[in-house]
């Protein structure tokens, strides 16, 4: 199959546009396209998945192993004709300054994927040319399969740099992206708007599969033949168990998960009810847990907070010693009230004992390792996994709540108790990827078995 990773010299650059008018044009020639995106990213993916029809996922070697991200990437290849690969930041940026170590060159190399490089070159001329050259040598051996010019709106100026690069390389310049409206993507502090809140999701395709029609030669990306290795399952043994109804948030407010999260939980026996805490009034019928994911819940809190039925529906089920898992946004929900920037305040769910302020600057960055300091819903004490964390908001009254997880930041080296409890619920800032441990997943389906079978007993 054809397989190759869209990556940058930096973020911002561009890499989410060219991956997408790609994947448009592979899929308007009739070929179907799997996507993926480097790094802890729901925004990307879910745009990868409008665009192709085929659910986008995260490959990411400091959260997983090696062998998980070959076999997640085999796993999801099957009956794909083309596999495009978006990077995170920019080629060679991972979790440290010294190594490579969670970069997007780190998961080329592991997946012997050739590399099609974007540039912003709408301000630069001849210097581009030292910039290509200089990603080309750094690490021998990456393979390129191409350039792409960014911002560049006139024929002129794109004369003028293929000149220049290629008397540096003969790497092919695939073509320029020129500014357009038409597939321009609205960012706001998190990054790119969600998917859920697109709507002309057929026109964007169309858009953007013209830009490439115009702009890109995909002729040398046609020839870049990739083997993908036989899958070879490391996944935990999959232990027979009945039927797990779990809830799980899904509407603009809360869209942030991993979708290898949600198949694991299927895997191990779960069926996914997805409902909507912005618009259901109450619960989906017999459902044994829920999960609240990460999202916008800042900007749809005046909604939320009107939803009282529901707000009513999951407190009475965290009462029923439930469990309850909910990470970032999911969290927030779960507070007691919401302050957003302008200072209006409005009242959350109510589970949890903290209000909740959203900040204009970030909060906390990065990847985390996470120790269990006590048994909870996701594992045993002294168990370890890995995640990552992205927030502008903060929590007050911290200490009002025991804590299940120790958390290492990779960047601030801080360490600091997370994962915070309360009756059968496990809330936390950290978005974890459930196949770096995949034993979570099973933990979660048997809690809320154990919490089943006490319900019936009473």
Known sequence: MIAFMVAGT????????????????????GMTVQPFKCGPDFLDTGHHSAICGR????????????????????????????AIVEGVMGLFDGVAGGGEKGSSAEIAKLLHLPVVLVLDAGRTARSIAAVVKGFETFDPVLRFAGIVLNGVSTETHFRMLSEAIQLVTATP????????????????????RTVEEETAHEERRTNFAAIAREHLDLAPLLKEECAIEPSIVHSATIKARSKVRFGVARDKAFSFYYADNLDLMREHGAEIVEFSPLHDEDLPPDLDGLYLGGGYPELYAE????????RVAIRSFVEQDRPVYAECGGMIYLGNSLTLIDGRQHPMAGVLPFAFEMTSRLVRFGYVEIEFTSDCLL????????GHSFHYSRMLEIDSLPTAYLAHSSLSKQIAPEGFCYKNVLASYIHLHFRAKDTMASSLLDAAIRSRAVGVTA
């Open 10 to 29: 930096a973020s911002g650059v561009g890499k989410t546009t060219v991956a997408l008018a790609l994947m448009a044009a592979f899929r308007e020639r």
């Open 55 to 82: 659910q986008s996922r995260n490959l990411d070697t400091w959260m997983m192993s090696n062998e998980t991200n070959r076999e997640l990437f085999a796993n999801a290849c099957q009956g794909a004709d083309v």
């Open 173 to 192: 310049i695939l073509g320029r992206i020129p500014k357009d409206t038409s597939v321009a993507i609205p960012e706001r502090h998190l990054g790119l």
């Open 303 to 310: 909604a939320l907070s009107a939803n009282k039925r529901m």
């Open 379 to 386: 594992g045993r004490k002294g168990q370890k996994t890995r």
